[in-house]
């Protein structure tokens, strides 16, 4: 999932790759990437060459990379997306619907066909309308995946509105009611990335939700040898309210997803956090852009 040239760069140092895996954890332990050690980057790293480990002891995994996979970059995969952001109304529209059946079904919508999961509900509207949309239900899991206001989006809207999404400012996205939707044994997610102004500021939103920190984990989107300041994994971030009767999430926990072709799409976690909500939970997902089965999804796009 490189940029074009990025692989073409990559490629270039592909004889000497091997090598630089191997001493990967050594180096970073010194220092000799030129930027800070970083306690959260390194247990990202051995959560994941465990698991690489473990998978090619049991056969997994186990064909080698050739210039010519470098090449392709995936190109089909992103062609795809360019497909079907190019198909997509840019004019925002608000309304809802759902799926009461135990299986999916394919429902027309404007004029395109979708397919709606299992037992789920969606709201597509703007956040400041969830009140009259949600009318008082409560939550077991709450996923926030906030669209945070960032150089990286701001580019890419310059380049394509479709690809790219409506970016909220800290304080607005503050000023969501969580503690009216979640439950007394509920749980709260957040993604945030790793922008020291955004994990500041997830510190206030749980103090304004009247919640208290549970644990963090993180999600590598990218090469774990990166030498740039910019970290190869996303926070979530829990919360809950105070003296919750069930399991909290461990600290130190760590998510390791295929990547996606679609920007900022994240991994399902339903399965991932069942041992740490009750059996069929209720979840709610802010600022959705997919469906799940069993969810209640809210987001303009």
Known sequence: MMRDEEAQHFIKTMSVRSKKEFVFARDIQTNKFGFA?????LSIQLAYTTLLKEA?????????????????????ARCLVDQFFDTLNEEYKSYQGGNTN????????FDKSYVIPPSCNFFSCSIDEIDSKLQGNKYDFILVDPPWWNKFVRRKRTKS?????NMLHNNVIEEIPIFKYLNELGLLGVWCT?????????????RKWNLEYVTQGGDPVCDLCGKTDKKPFERIIFGSVKCRGLKNP????????????????????????STYLPKDPKCLELFARYLLP?????GNQ
């Open 250 to 273: 461990e600290n130190g926990k760590v998510i390791i997803s295929v990547p996606s072709a679609v920007h900022s799409h994240k991994p399902p976690l339903t399965e991932i956090l």
């Open 161 to 165: 509105i479709r690809k790219s999404y």
């Open 56 to 76: 090619r002891e049991l056969d997994l995994f186990t064909i080698s990379r050739r210039e010519e996979d470098y090449l392709d970059n995936n190109k089909l």
């Open 194 to 206: 790793n922008s020291p102004t955004h994990l500041e500021a997830v510190k206030h939103f749980f």
């Open 102 to 109: 135990t299986y999916s079904i394919i429902a027309k919508v």
């Open 294 to 298: 069993g969810w209640t999804s809210v």
């Open 37 to 41: 050690v970083d306690d959260e980057l």
